[in-house]
């Protein structure tokens, strides 16, 4: 069966530099979630996007912006990167109009600030 | 908000021994409840889950939970455990979906499961 996929896999900055991540979710999925682990953390939820508008907000910094688009991916974009930034993050999908909210999770990105 | 609390962080067992892992959540009103399994870097996949109905809720891989409410707990068993099960296992917790939107997990900490040959 197909699954989320996240890209790129692994991704190496500098400080004060720029990332984007992107998600495809599972097709026919309509909303997406990104959460962010540390090293040795528990995931911590940032964002969702239902039918391409914002669902529900947690833990995300104001440098962080997300969106879902029309296709129903979801993009990721990081300013201002900050040596704490760097993390495992994942993007998780489920199809919430049927009630059934199992969220199921890609790969993710391994981001590494230097 | 909700919280959730597994209690034990390291757990190291010998194969074939039964295993459970605990969970709590605090939360005021009705939850959903997970349990995920990450094993060496790879990603979170789920084990099993309670929407509502049967408190006692059969997952792959022959794990099994129990929700009981009083308690405020969702406990991980399995009565066999394989060295494959190594793993970092993950309760999660969600207010139950009312129809307004997709809100996101709360996680434990997790609890690192050693399991020695």
């Known amino acids: 069966a197909a699954g989320v996929i996240q890209s790129p896999r692994h991704l190496i900055k500098e400080k004060r530099e720029t990332a984007t991540l992107k998600c495809y979710p599972i097709?026919?999925?309509?909303?997406v979630y990104w959460y962010q682990q540390g090293p040795g953390q528990d995931p911590q939820f940032l964002i969702s996007?239902?039918?391409?508008?914002?669902?529900d907000k947690g833990s995300i910094p104001d440098r962080f912006s997300a969106q879902q688009f029309s296709d129903y991916h979801s993009e990721l974009n990081m300013s201002s990167l900050e040596l704490g930034d760097s993390a495992l993050y994942f993007c998780?999908?489920?199809?919430?109009?049927?009630?059934?909210?199992?969220?199921?999770f890609g790969p993710g990105t391994r981001l590494t600030v230097l | 908000a909700q919280s959730v609390s597994q209690h034990n962080h390291h757990v190291i067992l010998s194969e074939a021994a039964s295993l459970e892992l605990g969970c709590n959540y605090s939360?005021?009103?009705?939850?959903?409840l997970f349990w995920y399994v990450q094993y060496p870097g790879q990603h979170l996949q789920l084990l099993l889950k309670?929407?509502?109905?049967?408190?006692l809720v059969k997952g792959i891989k022959g794990f099994e939970a129990e929700f009981i409410k009083s308690k405020f707990s969702f406990n991980l068993r399995k009565p066999s455990v394989q060295w494959s099960d190594t793993a970092e296992y993950f309760c999660?917790?969600?207010?139950?979906?009312?129809?307004?939107?997709?809100?996101?997990?709360?996680f434990g900490k997790g609890t690192h499961l050693i399991i020695q040959p």
């Open positions: 998780a999908s489920s199809l919430v109009r049927l009630g059934t909210d199992t969220q199921y």
């Open positions: 097709p026919r999925h309509d909303t």
């Open positions: 996007f239902y039918e391409k508008m914002q669902s």
């Open positions: 939360y005021g009103g009705t939850v959903n």
């Open positions: 309670y929407f509502s109905g049967d408190p």
């Open positions: 999660a917790v969600r207010p139950e979906y009312s129809g307004g939107g997709a809100d996101g997990l709360t």
